[in-house]
């Protein structure tokens, strides 16, 4: 079996970041459902699993030094990206993400399609590819690597958290830039894109072995450059600044307005400027998204209270739906989606509306005759009493054990016991005054 001469081109570029996809819990429209169960699982690991890998005994140590309970961490997730485990990327602020994806392959649909001899062979270089990537890399914790075959062409997602080692604090935390420096990246910018150039010329030398021929790099958005290629970008980069300056003095003038479809001029100039200039596409597009100027033919949003943000996002989860979270310059906050998912976020939406008119309606605090906190569930019948407050985690599962609820219906009914218990006590108004009917 021999390769196709003509010269291939390798893909190795950031990835969205969706276990729901790359686990094929819910499926795209270029998936072929007939092929799926071709498809390659080399790791498999939930996020939580694989944070408590990665940093339970590091905590542990930390929480151990610790003679004040409230600088305890109770979930390293948690205190960084404050909000619960989720199945998409979460950008902390100080801008680390919760893990980060990289899509590796060979090849386009034209001369590496999944079927044809060059698919096989480019499926096999990238199974071998992945054979040895953790012992490459050993400061990225892979937790969960597929290889696709039921799309137009083999590729992997590659899903890890990359861990470095500090002095200070928790010893051993999730950072990039540190996993870099101890791996013999160096520090710096371009210390990524070294170790992008490094990995595919490992890609390219297993290509060679099985007879594949690959091109030199494309430049672009996407692909990897070359050191000087990546300097003299990062150049034009700082050159822009001013015109990048500019964009974001316009969109502050916004005051963080919603709609603002009768802004066509401006709208133009941002949708124009961020998709030519490659060199800060993710600047302003973000900015755009978060002002909702971003192609508002294809985005929509609805206003949200903070605290229904973490219940909202995990009924998308379990959707197999993202949708961006932002705040604007009045401190409103919003769900912002796209519009060719609005039936499906409206559903997932409609669940998390359902689960609070039941809790309202259902779930009864008071005392019981001891003086203890009563907790009645109306429609099953059941009652919690509690001597003591137990921590979050705990009663949820009391809830879900007791009551029949899941996961998060048990986290709004603990919302809603925490209100009422606040209140009780004369310091907070119920939750009731706060669930949107």
Not at 36 to 46: G, P, R, Y
Not at 149 to 171: F, N
Not at 265 to 275: G, N, P, T, V
């Amino acid at each position: 079996m021999q390769a196709n001469t003509k010269a291939k081109t390798i893909s190795h570029c950031k990835g969205k970041g969706s276990l729901g996809h790359n686990n094929r819990t819910f499926k795209c429209k270029n998936v072929d459902g007939t092929r799926t169960a071709n498809n390659i699982t080399f790791v498999k690991q939930t996020i939580q699993q694989a944070y408590e890998e990665c940093f339970g005994t590091a905590v542990e140590r930390y929480n151990a030094k610790q003679k004040r309970n409230d600088r305890k961490i109770d979930n390293y997730y948690k205190s960084v990206f404050d909000v619960d485990y989720k199945n998409t990327v979460v950008i902390s602020s100080d801008k680390r993400k919760s893990f980060y994806e990289d899509v590796v392959g060979i090849g386009d649909m034209h001369d590496t399609a999944v079927g044809t001899v060059d698919g096989k062979i480019a499926a096999e270089c990238l199974t071998e590819y992945m054979s040895g990537f953790s012992k490459r890399n050993p400061n990225f914790h892979v937790f969960s690597s597929h290889l696709h075959l039921d799309e137009a062409t083999p590729h992997l997602h590659i899903d890890y958290i990359p861990i470095g080692h500090y002095k200070r604090g928790v010893d051993t935390q999730n950072g990039m830039a540190q996993a870099l420096s101890e791996m013999g990246y160096g520090n710096g910018k371009d210390s990524i894109n070294k170790w992008r150039l490094a990995e595919r010329k490992v890609l390219e030398e297993i290509c060679n072995r099985r007879g594949i021929n690959i091109a030199p790099p494309k430049k672009g958005r996407g692909h990897t450059f070359t050191v000087d290629e990546y300097k003299e970008r990062e150049e034009k980069s700082r050159l822009l600044s001013e015109k990048e300056n500019d964009l974001r003095r316009k969109l502050s003038q916004l005051e963080g307005e919603l709609q603002i479809y009768s802004h066509r001029k401006l709208l133009k100039e941002l949708i124009e400027i961020a998709e030519k200039n490659d060199v800060f596409y993710d600047k302003i597009y973000d900015e755009m998204l978060r002002f909702k100027v971003s192609h508002p033919q294809e985005y929509t949003n609805f206003k949200v209270q903070k605290w229904e943000i973490d219940h909202i996002s995990h009924e998308l989860d379990n959707c197999g739906l993202s949708a961006q979270w932002g705040k604007t310059n009045t401190g409103e906050h919003f769900c912002a989606y796209e519009k060719s998912k609005e039936e499906a976020v409206k559903k997932a939406r409609g669940e998390f509306v359902r689960k609070c008119r039941e809790v309202e309606k259902d779930l009864i605090i008071g005392k019981s005759a001891d003086g203890c906190l009563k907790i009645t569930d109306n429609s099953s019948g059941n009652v919690i009493v509690l001597g003591s407050i137990p921590p979050k985690k705990e009663l949820s599962e009391r809830f879900m054990q007791k009551f029949g609820f899941d996961e998060n219906k048990a986290n709004i009914a603990w919302a809603k016991f925490y209100s009422e218990k606040e209140r009780m006590a004369q310091i907070n108004p119920p939750l009731s005054t706060k669930l949107r009917k």
